[in-house]
């Protein structure tokens, strides 16, 4: 009788990732659309998800790392990347479509192995890789070339998203494995210290001053009930994409793990169309298909010839065994 029990159990923790990474972006699309301070939002799922991380540990549902000020010192640098790259990519949700967003998120492959080859002295990638990122590449192009919302604003948001994840998968993960916390410690600690930092998002960019004569106001649907649910909603699902992303990692192996987030584009893309008019031409769609399934064979690429490289390089073996572990913090961007 325990062997069902676990299958049910790993099947809801399965569908309830994949649930939460197809939905986020929408979710956050949507409150970014009803709610237009993207700096507020941002600090508002922080505050949910470290208030929420330290509420269920009292409760006694997860362990985390206290708060040192030391390891806070360390972590700083990788916080900062981090709190950039949801910068970036909740200001390209802002002015972009949801299309759009998973087009250059899809990129990152291309970018990462450039900088493994360059920086961290990885293998040349293998034929079938370099197969798989020109598909990415050609379906990316094509997307761009047959966009008609292009803008200078959207496109700027983009690369620079592009730039900041890209730095945070290569860099953070390198530098905050070497720190010993924990999966949950991650997650308070980024959304602490992203925290701690928005008060100078909210001066450099001047959000403050609108968030300010909006609330005095009462314009600007800040107080809408549309706006509070979406809000709500994204700060909520904020926090259970860290939850159901950790506890999935724990329950399959990293393999069926990636192929779940594979998938999960193919169901933001599918629920984009059918909820929401603010998505590609249909040769747009087709354009962003094919990246996203060059992204698959990508993954095949690497969970099929990832031993050999693993064994030249013992960092990027700690990162996996720490990733099978379920050591992953950045489960926002995973969207």
């Avoid at 479509?97 to 493994?116: E, G, K, M, W």
Wanted: hydrophobic share 50%; aromatic share 14%; glycine share 8%.
């Amino acid at each position: 009788m325990v062997a069902p029990k676990q299958h049910y159990t790993t099947t809801s923790l399965v569908i309830g990732y994949a649930l939460c990474s197809s939905l986020l972006s929408i979710i956050n699309k949507f409150a970014i659309t009803n709610f237009n301070y993207p700096g507020l939002l941002t600090t508002l799922q922080y505050l949910t998800s470290a208030l929420g991380v330290r509420v269920l540990s009292k409760l006694g549902f997860l362990t985390h790392d206290p708060f040192v000020f030391e390891t806070a010192n360390k972590f700083l640098p990788a916080a900062f990347i981090f709190y950039l790259a949801i910068f970036t990519n909740t200001n390209l949700l802002r002015h972009a479509n949801i299309d759009t967003f998973i087009v250059f998120r899809s990129l990152t492959p291309i970018l990462v192995a450039v900088a493994d080859t360059s920086f961290r002295k990885q293998p040349v990638p293998s034929k079938f890789t370099c197969f798989s990122l020109v598909i990415i590449l050609g379906g990316a192009v094509g997307y761009v070339v047959n966009d008609s919302g292009f803008s200078l604003t959207v496109y700027s948001w983009a690369f620079a998203y592009l730039i900041t994840i890209t730095t945070e998968m290569v860099y953070v993960k390198h530098m905050v494995m070497n720190l010993g916390l924990g999966t949950w410690g991650f997650v308070y600690y980024n959304n602490l210290l992203s925290l701690m930092m928005a008060p100078v998002f909210w001066v450099v960019t001047g959000e403050y001053l609108d968030a300010l004569a909006a609330v005095g106001e009462n314009v600007g649907g800040v107080f809408d009930s549309v706006a509070v649910m979406a809000v709500l909603l994204s700060c909520v699902f904020g926090l259970l994409i860290s939850f159901f992303g950790f506890a999935c990692r724990k329950a399959v192996s990293a393999t069926a793990f990636t192929v779940t987030g594979v998938v999960n584009k193919f169901l933001t893309v599918g629920i984009n169309v059918l909820i929401w008019d603010k998505h590609a031409s249909p040769f747009g769609l087709f354009c962003l298909l094919v990246t996203i399934a060059g992204g698959v064979l990508y993954q095949q690429s690497v969970s099929g010839g990832s031993g050999a490289s693993l064994q030249r390089d013992p960092v990027a073996s700690k990162l996996v065994e720490n990733k099978d572990d379920g050591d992953d913090y950045s489960e926002k961007d995973q969207e």
